[in-house]
């Protein structure tokens, strides 16, 4: 309640004194009564509006709430004192008083108008009260000369009634052009604030109207100078006190569009019909009545004149309202396309078109005058979100940038981005998540700075379509990630095919050298012996399984590792040799090494080790502790190592020695596959005599070595303890020294070769089927 305030009683005090002053000066008149007792109940009314909300958010200065009471209080108390009689010095002070307080009070206003916050700072200048100084000293000076005349006797005071009215019109000119020179800076200094703008030109419009009317009905003796002119003066600043303190400064642009209008068409009717009636007095009825025909036809086309009179003759406005009923379309991609269809009437420069960009994903969307949407990849600088959320409305524009690019360096980056895109503002897009992009306006031939009511238009129309590129968006992502998966197939299935490739010229590879290795063991399997030797190890390499060989001292066991290698499938991985005998093989560093361990680069193949008895035990565990960790699942189609062995003697002695793991034994399983010797393999002879002499002739001569039948039958006789290492040594040597292209037995004699025939009960070491001696004995008999 206002009562309850302490500054409300003096001013309420003020007029009511002036009213009942006037009620005392003119007795018997209505007139002063109804301002001594209404003036002060609108004082009340006046007080109680303008009290702080108790909830919400305040946005006008407290100096600018004191001037709005200030201004309304100088308009009561001019009311009251104009109440009185005519011609008194005290009225003429208070009026004087009272018109005085209320054009300090509109440019006190104007000058607190507070920051809608953003970029852009108040700049002092706009702050100063400079103004309302100047003002106060041309209200002081009329206020004093009345007053003067009204405390001093007439024969004390030589000043000429006249000049009262003078100091009243001077006074009320002089502030009136003060008036319009304060909006004037204020308009220009402040034009690119949001909301700012829109109150400091309607504030110019209203105090360049009052102005405009004011002195040439003064000039016209239309009514008395000191009458129209303070009239004008207190209008005037609280028309400027409402635009600067209005709770929405939108109301400023709409009704100073319809006011401008009214004054334009209806101030030179007013004026005419004042001059008409005052110089035809006889016809000053008529004159009236076709003065009132045309104000109400004024007020009929109001609307229509007012209309060109908005910003950018409202195409903006009307753009962005088609761009809102366009975004209420169900499909997201339709509505937007619909919306950015209709906000391209805000631009009619050709490739000037609006856009909307999106954050996630990183695209930009926009329409064809055609009305297609267009879809490209493209990044908006960050820093777009991060100044935008600080602006009014959400709005970051580049005549904003523009005017800071001084003073702020590092708005210059974003401002050339704004320039090339040939953009006018960029309005976010939010969502509860944050940001989920923003329209970008474009310039166009636009030269007007934006004004509030399009900024919230616009901020209306994001919010409008945040859900819509909410949707949009992820179904945007949904297809990126599509087509990203589509390319990744692609890509993972070359890669496939690559790697198959590869895969399948390293398997060649390995293979070939496999085979080389079992391709004389293959070409010389004839013996029943050595073929059941050869269907064991061909078993064992088709179950997978570590197999343990049992070789006697010189046989050719790679061979044989070699058939296993084949046969299993890891036929297309490497085929590791590892000679135990070899010191080199005895490092434990060696066999722990990630990249140069035998088991690392036996990954997918096998690991063959000749003589495993050789390898110190510790080894022998470490790889029973590695075979152990390539049990589980495997991880790819890459088999863990296989494992081929030779030892030479049985295998529970060999533990018992302490030269053969029982750990490692253990993954062996069964008993050890039985490898012929040559003096088991009699059918065999023949067929490797005859290649290892081929071989060493196209070594040494460069042409195959045959033997004849002497040396043949020496040869065949001999037990070969050796195997086929003694058997390699003796073709060898043979081959050195032979003069001929046959080796004879003399060549044989030469070398010192004796023939040492096997015993009988040597003659078969590894027991052989039933079926296979029966027909073993039979081509015995047919010999």
């Not at 062996?668 to 010797?677: D, H, K, R, T």
Request: proline fraction near 7%; glycine fraction near 8%.
């Amino acid at each position: 309640m206002p009562f309850r305030v302490r500054s409300f009683w003096l001013p309420a005090g003020v007029v009511a004194y002036v009213g009942f002053a006037a009620v005392e000066a003119r007795p018997g008149s209505a007139v002063p009564w109804i301002a001594a007792l209404v003036l002060p109940l609108l004082v009340a009314e006046v007080f109680r509006r303008t009290a702080l909300p108790k909830q919400g958010q305040d946005r006008t200065d407290p100096v600018a709430r004191s001037a709005l009471r200030a201004g309304f209080w100088g308009a009561a108390v001019w009311l009251a004192a104009r109440a009185g009689p005519a011609g008194r010095p005290a009225f003429d002070a208070a009026a004087n008083l009272g018109a005085g307080a209320a054009s300090i009070a509109g440019l006190v206003a104007l000058a607190r108008i507070a920051s809608p916050g953003g970029l852009l700072g108040v700049p002092p200048a706009t702050r100063s009260l400079d103004a309302a100084t100047f003002s106060g000293l041309l209200w002081g000076i009329a206020v004093a000369v009345p007053a003067t005349r009204a405390l001093f006797a007439p024969h004390r005071v030589r000043l000429d009634p006249l000049a009262i009215d003078y100091a009243t019109t001077t006074a009320g000119i002089g502030s009136l052009l003060v008036l319009v020179a304060a909006t004037w800076r204020l308009r220009t200094l402040r034009r690119l604030e949001i909301g700012v703008g829109d109150r400091a030109a309607g504030a110019l419009a209203l105090a360049m109207t009052a102005f405009l009317v004011a002195v040439p009905a003064a000039a016209l003796d239309v009514a008395p100078p000191d009458r129209v002119l303070p009239v004008a003066v207190i209008t005037a600043s609280l028309l400027c006190i409402w635009a600067a303190t209005t709770f929405e400064p939108t109301s400023v642009s709409s009704l100073l569009r319809g006011i401008l209008a009214v004054m334009i068409l209806g101030a030179p009717v007013t004026l005419g019909a004042g001059l008409l009636a005052r110089e035809l007095p006889a016809r000053a009825g008529a004159v009236v009545l076709v003065a009132c025909c045309l104000c109400v036809a004024i007020g009929l086309i109001a609307r229509a004149v007012a209309r060109p009179l908005g910003p950018e003759q409202s195409r903006w406005l009307d753009a962005i309202d088609a761009a809102s009923r366009g975004a209420l379309q169900p499909e997201p991609d339709a509505a937007i396309r619909a919306a950015l269809v209709a906000l391209g009437g805000t631009s009619q420069t050709p490739g000037s078109r609006p856009e909307l960009w999106r954050n996630d994903p990183k695209q930009v969307l926009s329409a064809d005058i055609a009305g297609y949407l267009h879809v490209q990849k493209a990044e908006a600088p960050e820093r777009i979100y991060e100044l935008a959320l600080g602006e009014p409305e959400r709005t970051l524009r580049a005549e904003t940038l523009r005017a800071l690019e001084v003073r702020r360096p590092d708005v210059r980056p974003l401002l050339a981005w704004f320039d090339n895109r040939r953009a006018f503002s960029a309005t976010l897009v939010l969502d509860e998540d944050g940001p989920l992009g923003f329209i970008l306006m474009p310039r166009g031939n636009r030269a007007a700075p934006m004004t509030l009511e399009e900024a919230r238009a616009v901020r209306m129309l994001a919010d409008r379509i945040s859900a819509l590129l909410a949707v949009s968006s992820a179904l945007a992502r949904s297809r990126e990630r599509e087509l990203e998966a589509i390319a990744r197939a692609d890509q993972l299935d070359d890669e496939r095919q690559r790697l198959e490739h590869i895969i399948a010229r390293e398997s060649a590879r390995h293979e070939q050298t496999a085979e080389r290795a079992a391709r004389a063991l293959r070409s010389t399997l004839y013996s029943p012996a050595a073929r059941l030797a050869s269907e064991q190890v061909t078993r064992l390499g088709r179950l997978n399984v570590p197999a343990l060989l049992a070789t006697p001292p010189g046989v050719d066991v790679f061979g044989w590792m070699a058939l296993v290698h084949l046969s299993s499938a890891r036929a297309g991985g490497q085929l590791i040799l590892v000679d135990a005998t070899s010191g080199a093989e005895h490092d434990p560093d060696r066999w722990q090494d990630p990249d140069r361990s035998p088991l690392r680069l036996a990954d997918g193949g096998t690991l063959a080790i000749a003589d495993l008895t050789a390898l110190p035990v510790a080894i022998q565990d470490y790889i029973s502790r590695s075979l152990s960790r390539f049990t589980g699942a495997a991880r790819s189609s890459v088999l863990p190592p296989g494992l081929i062995a030779s030892i030479g003697a049985p295998p529970a002695a060999l533990v018992e020695q302490g030269r053969l793991s029982a750990n490692l034994l253990r993954w062996f399983g069964e008993s050890p596959v039985a490898i012929p010797a040559l003096r088991e393999r009699p059918e065999d002879l023949r067929a490797l005599m005859l290649d290892g002499l081929a071989r060493a002739g196209l070594s040494i001569r460069g042409e195959p070595m045959g033997v004849d039948p002497g040396a043949m039958r020496l040869l065949m006789e001999h037990a070969w303890p050796g195997n086929d290492a003694e058997l390699a040594a003796v073709l060898l040597r043979a081959v050195q020294i032979a003069p001929g292209q046959a080796v004879s037995a003399a060549d044989l004699e030469a070398i010192g070769f004796r023939s040492e025939p096997s015993n009988a009960g040597e003659a078969t070491a590894t027991p052989l089927p039933t079926s296979m001696r029966r027909r073993a004995a039979g081509r015995g008999r047919r010999h």
